[in-house]
């Protein structure tokens, strides 16, 4: 008979104990029902957009529908031209995408390798940027966004502004600096043996062994941008550059609430396919790094 190896902080002899199990089983029925709190809201947009008009207003309303209209999806995705916020918002989060990976993981191997006098305070101003609250520099920013300083650039109904954003994030600075330091200081000494230049072993030494890291940094940074509102709210304008999640915000009033729902259906679905099928490298990813040591 096989017993339980691995019940995370709990081992096997604690886990005999009546009263450890009983603590156990407790803490897991607590979890399954915070998820199931999660779970059941956007689940019951996605069911609720496939009924049909009559069930959909009916009181009181179904749990499990009794008809499902899939012509609604279709007949929505074409009236509201949903494609093109698609569009924007893959263009949008594959260049916050390339300004985090570059910027940020450069910074990274900065702090991490090279280390020059001075960049230890320099990092920790940095990590400290996380403790200050995002309100108080709406202000400031949402200024250099509309007067660009120097250039006297207005670079609202662009996506630049959250691309600049992306580019400095101290939370994906210390991570790209906590994966840099598990990797052997002795590859980067035998890269200068045979004459690689400082950005050469960036290239050629660091970046091969952080795929698991960075694919880890481009999942979550294509979820935070799919979600993000606020600023692209503030800084695009003309509907042709509106994201789907500005688009739905702005439509709402024009909206039928049946309609209401698919739009939402159409906002949630790409980060749950995202989640399910990347879901390794999500959890795993960060913790990658102990593996390149010896």
Known sequence: MKTKENLGIIGNIEYKSPGIRVLYWSIFVLMVAIAAICILPPVWIMVSSLKDIKEFYSIPPTLIPRTFNIGKLWDTWQEFNFLNYYLNTGYLALGSIIFCLTFNGLAGYFFSKLKPRGSTLLFVLIVWTVMIPNTVGMVPLFSNIIDFPILHLNLTNTFWPMWFMAAV?????????????????????????????????????????????????????????????FWPFMVLKEQSTWSVIVAIYNLKASLPQDIQFIALTFAILPPIILFIFFQKYIMTGQSMGGSIKG
């Not at 590859?187 to 795929?211: M, N």
């Open 169 to 229: 994030n101290p939370v994906v600075i210390l991570i790209f600096k906590n994966f840099f330091d598990a990797i052997p200081q002795s590859l980067l000494e035998a890269a200068k043996i045979d004459g690689a230049t400082t950005i050469g072993i960036f290239i050629r030494v660091i970046l091969p062994l952080s795929t698991p890291v960075m694919g880890t940094i481009t999942i979550l940074t294509m979820n935070s941008v799919w979600q993000d509102f």
